[in-house]
C-alpha cells in the first residue's frame, strides 16, 4: 500500500511537470490574454479580473500580448499545453480569433472574448465561444445627443463659432479596424443627423486610442486652413484620445479666458483622468464604459465554463443574449452626474 502512494506521488509530481491533467494548479487557473497592458481602459478590465480572483474559485494567470497577434497565438498555445480548463482573451486583432477559436476547440478549451468583438461567423464556430463588451453604437448614440442637446443650447450664443448654421466637428477615431471605432464615429454623427443638426465634417483620424496620438493629431488638424476658427466639437472615440486633443487645443489658446475660444470635447470610457477633466470643465462628457462589471462578467463566465457549466439565470448573474453575448450598458456622464460614478 505505502509503495503504491509513493508511486502515485512520483507519477504526480512527474504529470505536473509535463503540466498534464494531473496538474492541479493548472486546473484551478483561468488564462487571460490583454492585447497590451499600456491601455487605460483595458487596465481598468485586468485589475477587476485580478479582483474577482481573490475571492473567487479560480486564479488568474494574466498576460501582455504587446500589441503583437504573434506574441498573443504564443500565450494562447501555453495556456493550452498547460490545460487550464477556461481562457479570456482580449484579442490584438479582432479578426484573429478564428485562428484562437480554432485552436481552443482542439484542445476542447471554452474559451471567453473581452472587448474586442471576433467576426459573427468566427463566434459561430463553437458553441464554448462567448463574448463579453459593450454595444459600441450605444456609446456612439450617447454622444451624439450629447452634442445635440448642447448645439441647441448654445449655437445661437457662440456655439456655432463661425456662424454658418452647420455644427462644424473633427472626428478623432480608435484604431482601424476595431469595432468600437468604426461605429462610435458611425453612431454619433448618425444620432446628430437624427435629431436634425446639420453637421459639417472638418477632419476625421485616427489617433489609435492613445493620448500622445490625439494630441499631434488635433495639433495638425487645427494648423491646418481655418479649422481652428471653424471647430464647433471635438468628437474621440475615447478618453485618452479626448484628453490629448484637450492638450492641443489649450496650447491654441483654448479653454482660457477668451470665451469665444471653447469647444465641447467628448470621450467614451469615464477613466479616472476623464473624470477629472470633466469635473475641471475641459471635457464636457463621455460615455462611461463599465470595466468593472466587463471584468466581472469575464472572469464569472470563464470560471463556470471551466466548471463544464453552461451560464444560465441560476449560476450567472449577467444575462446572456443569443447563447453566447453579454452585453454591459454605456452610460451618459457630464459634469451632473460624474461624482456619482464608482
Ligand atoms: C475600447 C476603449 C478604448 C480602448 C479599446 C481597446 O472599448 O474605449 O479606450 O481601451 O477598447 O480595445
Redesign the pocket.
Known sequence: MKRMIGLTAAVCALSMLAGCSGDTASESTIGVAI?KYD????TG?RNQIQKSAVDGEYKVDIVDSENKQTVQNDKVDLFLTKKYPALAI?PVDRTAAGTLIDKCKNANTPVVFV??EPLAEDMKKWDKVYYV??K?EQ?GEIQGKMIAAWWEKNKASGGDRNGNGLLDYVMLT??IG?Q?ATL?TEYAIKTLTQEGVRVSKLAEQTAN?NRNEGQSVLETILNAGTNAKDVDVVFA?????ALGAIEALKAAGFFGDDKSKYVPVVG??A?GAGKEAIKNGTMYGTAY?DAINQGKAAYELAAILAKGETPGADNFEYQVTDGRYVWIDYKEVTRENVDSLQ
Open positions: 492585447y491601455d487605460s481602459f483595458m478590465v482580449n472587448n474586442r463588451g459593450a459600441a456609446s480608435g484604431e476595431h468600437d462610435r486610442w472615440n475615447n478618453d485618452d484620445m467614451v470610457d477613466t464604459n
